[in-house]
Nanobody
Framework: QVQVVESGGGSVQAGGSLRLSCSVS????????MGWYRQAPGKQREFVAR???????DYDDSVKGRFTISRDNARNTINLQMNNLKFVDTALYFC???????????????WGQGTQVSVSS
């Protein structure tokens, strides 16, 4: 089994900062991409940022220059530093990990339960 656990959400005023963390544990052969997605009320889940084990990074255009994703491969964790937060960033943020397990030796997507980020204008 693989567990994905997020932390660090909260409430902040526009212009403020928050830092999200995600840790992956369990039966793991390797992890390819780890990333963040978000879902606002009444909207579909959308991509925010991701990073692979080699350090290659992608960001959605809406967060470029404001959010920074980082990764600790030894600890199977990622962080998302969110600066200059805007009201439109309000959402439930989910961590995603592409994990190869020893059960199948196939890469599968695993998701956390989500952590709420609320930005007041």
């Amino acid at each position: 089994q693989v567990q994905v656990v997020e932390s660090g959400g909260g409430s902040v005023q526009a212009g403020g900062s928050l830092r999200l963390s995600c840790s992956v544990s369990g039966q793991i052969v390797k992890i390819d991409y780890m990333g963040w997605y978000r879902q606002a009320p009444g909207k579909q889940r959308e991509f925010v940022a991701r990073i692979n084990s080699a350090g290659n990074i992608d960001y959605d255009d809406s967060v470029k220059g404001r959010f920074t994703i980082s990764r600790d491969n030894a600890r199977n964790t990622i962080n998302l530093q969110m600066n200059n937060l805007k009201f439109v960033d309000t959402a439930l943020y989910f961590c995603n990990a592409e994990v190869m397990t020893p059960m199948t030796f196939q890469t599968m997507d695993f998701w956390g339960q989500g952590t709420q980020v609320s930005v007041s204008s």
